[in-house]
């Protein structure tokens, strides 16, 4: 079973920044489309943004664009979310995943492969 591990996540103030990894050595990483989700309680598991495999392409959700930077690492098998100016409705579970096939894509049933989570939670 592939294993994606996220951390970085945790507590931080309205404003802030943060910034999350995602790591796995199972995968050939650079043959695949990283991609990163959020779900809030109550809430359907929504797109946050994808990144290409070589060319570093980026595809963000509205909702995150020009606050939120997806980047990877291929020698390192690592990709990243750089968050900031982050807003209480940033509250989730954020998930990486990994996708085989697609350009860029923003359905999770896109995706192949995906982490445990990691809590992000923002105060007011």
């Known amino acids: 079973q592939v294993q994606l591990v996220e951390s970085g996540g945790g507590l931080v103030q309205a404003g802030g920044s943060l910034r999350l990894s995602c790591a796995s050595s199972?995968?050939?990483?650079?043959?695949?489309?990283m991609g990163w989700f959020r779900q809030a309680p109550g809430k359907e598991r929504e797109f946050v943004a994808a990144i290409s495999r070589v060319s570093g392409r980026t595809y963000y959700a509205d909702s995150v664009k020009g606050r939120f930077t997806i980047s990877r690492d291929n020698a390192k098998n690592e990709a990243y979310l750089q968050m900031n100016s982050l807003k209480p409705e940033d509250t989730a579970v954020y998930y990486c995943?990994?996708?085989?096939?697609?350009?860029?894509?923003?359905?999770?049933?896109?995706?192949?492969?995906w982490g445990q989570g990691t809590q992000v939670t923002v105060s007011s």
């Open positions: 199972e995968i050939t990483f650079s043959t695949y489309v």
């Open positions: 995943a990994a996708a085989k096939f697609g350009v860029l894509p923003s359905g999770s049933h896109e995706y192949d492969y």
